[in-house]
């Protein structure tokens, strides 16, 4: 069973990018952490069993750091991202 991408993501969602509430808008940032790191997890797995070349999944272990990082960026952070009068946490 494939696993739906881009649930409640703001690809999906025209406000997505701006949200009026705090707390859903880092909700969806901490879902969107744990599903990184778990994508990390199974990079690791490809590259034990050796369905990746070490180097290609340094490379992509690597680029899910960098986006880990602007996320808990954005968690700490959310007011920029949020509408103008949005209700904080």
Do not use: H
């Not at 859903?24 to 069993?49: G, P, R």
């Not at 340094?58 to 880990?68: A, G, H, R, T, V």
Request: net charge neutral; with cysteine.
């Amino acid at each position: 069973m494939r696993k739906k991408l881009w649930t409640n993501s703001w690809v999906s969602d025209p406000e997505g990018r701006k949200r009026r509430y705090e707390a859903s808008f880092v909700s969806k940032l901490s879902d969107a952490e744990a599903e990184a790191a778990e994508t990390q997890v199974w990079l690791e797995f490809a590259i034990k069993c050796g369905y990746l070349l070490n180097e290609t999944g340094q490379e992509l272990l690597s680029n899910y750091d960098n986006i880990l990082g602007k996320i808990v960026s954005l968690i700490n952070d959310p007011l920029p991202w949020l509408l103008p009068g949005a209700k904080q946490r």
